[in-house]
């Protein structure tokens, strides 16, 4: 009988098992030797965040690849040894940023629990919060109109823009002070915390003087001295989510406010660009577990600006509500078809009444069944 037939595998061959054993024995050198490369990446890294040197310098990395096809005498290819070590390389830089994430103010550490962020006597990060207005004030009427029908159904943040950043520089800009004022009073009037957009530097001031908490928008995510100046007020910040920006950038931007010396950080996502038309944006529903995972700031999702029409608005809270998020924004208007902007998402009095019906259930978790409610806190 052939040999081939009773050993396939080689194991009765002396010489072929030998061999084996060696590489096997190799590979395990390999492994310590890439552990031992991987803590002396971390001390590196250590020095570097120290002196604020970066993490990826790619001259270095260069150098390295370089020396090691000069010194290489084969049989491996020089290609093929720049590939792999590329990939050592690449590993172990992905270990440092890991370890760098970990250690943002805001990033969660294991066993962390969520943050509770303070709106006055209201906290935003454990019953969900609505957070609801139109998207622009325009009168004095329109603002008494949405703050007493918020006030009724119990909703606790008005929301209105004064400084409005706007694709076209024609459209509408906002009220400005005069906007903010409006907005003030029917909060004081009805007893509603307020909310609005600061678009610049320059006005942070101004806007910080008349609202409760201070929205950055989606459009103004990567502004970094936006980032620093709202973080010097000491207002609470919700912070959108660019329409382009990975959960990474956000956490990131949400650092510049906590480096600054403000921690009462809400996130506000509120849909990404994505190639989809039936929808203003696309609702990143998938944020808002792997942002609570990444951190501890509380979530909210806009369904507004994510869908940019009304009829699918409860669908899309209901959602955002079970996902996790901590609260919902909707954009409402007495009269949407005469508003100066997002007139097509807004919804009437009425339609947000029926969407507050709608959520009903998921707003008040003590009204639920006791076995739902031990799932839902486990
Ligand atoms: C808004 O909330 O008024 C707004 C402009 O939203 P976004 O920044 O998400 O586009
Ligand atoms: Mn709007």
Redesign the pocket.
Known sequence: MSKSTTDLSGASDPSLVELRNQISAINHEILVQLNRRAEIGLKVREIKERNAIEMFIPSREQEMLDGLVEANAGPFPDQVIRQLFREIFSASLGLMQAREKETLMVSRRPGDPDALVQVGEVSVGREPVIMAGP?AVEDEDQMDRVAQVLADQGVAFL?G?AF??RTSPYSFQGLGEVGLRMLKDAGARYGLKTIT?VVDTRSVELVARYVDML?V???NMMNYELLKAVATTGKPVLL?RSFAATLDEWLRAAEYVALGGNSQIVLCE?GIRTFAKETRNTLDISAIPLMKDLCRLPIVV?VS?AAGRRDILAALARASLAAGAHGVMVEVHPSPHLARSDAQQQLDLDQFAALLDALRPDLMPHARPRAARQLADS
Request: hydrophobic letters at 5%.
């Open positions: 998207c929301r823009g409005k950043p957009e929205q928008g989606a459009r959108k509120r806009d600006h």
